[in-house]
């Protein structure tokens, strides 16, 4: 073998890695780009991260309720409510006269009934419980698309449950909702 064959194959090499190197800058750079511009980016640093994956941002713009308070809300009717889990666990029980929106199907659910929700109406979203996260992650999806007044359930429907609060449940009755409910 020849020293010209080996020098050859070694400016091979490098010219391969520095042409994979740039590749690997420029396809970091656009996604850090597409990052920036799109509306649900994901924080970059765990100090912008106040929960399980929500900027800190979403986090200062949305309040937190306890229990009593959403049930107080909910009786003035001046919250629109929305639940946040699957829609198995909807229809097996649900706060009364809340709308469903799972947080797996949002993408699909969202236009249809986008209308019940308008922009500049309270919403308290709710969903499993304490260690839940869906509800401010449907928060996060929701402040981009200018949702301002976004109210959050301490607790999610068990702390609404175990606070003595009423529940839609089927089978319940004769109108098959829990006492109470809202037309």
């Keep these: 073998m ?11 090499f490098w010219r391969v890695l520095t042409r994979s190197a740039a590749i ?23 100090s912008d991260v106040e929960g399980p994956g929500v900027p800190r941002s979403v986090w200062d713009q949305v ?22 889990r699957d829609t198995s666990d909807y229809v ?12 797996h199907e949002f993408t ?8 019940q929700f308008p922009e500049h109406e309270p919403i308290l979203i709710y969903c499993y419980g304490s260690e839940c996260g869906l509800s401010m992650r449907v928060a996060k999806r ?4 200018g949702y301002e007044k976004l109210i959050v ?25 829990a006492e109470g409910e809202r037309p």
């Design 108 to 115: 699909t659910a969202y236009p249809l009934i986008r209308e």
């Design 92 to 103: 097996e029980a649900h706060i009364p006269g809340s709308i469903s929106l799972p947080y």
């Design 24 to 46: 690997v800058v420029i396809g970091a750079a656009l996604g850090l780009l597409s990052n920036a511009l799109h509306p649900m980016g994901l924080p970059l640093s765990l």
């Design 2 to 12: 020849s020293s010209g064959s080996g020098n050859s194959r070694v400016r091979s």
């Design 63 to 84: 309040d937190r309720v306890e229990p009593d308070e959403a049930q107080r809300l909910w009786e003035e009717r001046s919250v629109i409510f929305v639940d946040v």
């Design 142 to 145: 929701l402040v981009p698309m």
């Design 153 to 177: 359930l301490s607790g999610g429907i068990i702390a609404w449950r175990n606070a003595g609060h009423q529940l839609t449940v089927p089978g319940r009755g004769s109108g098959k909702t």
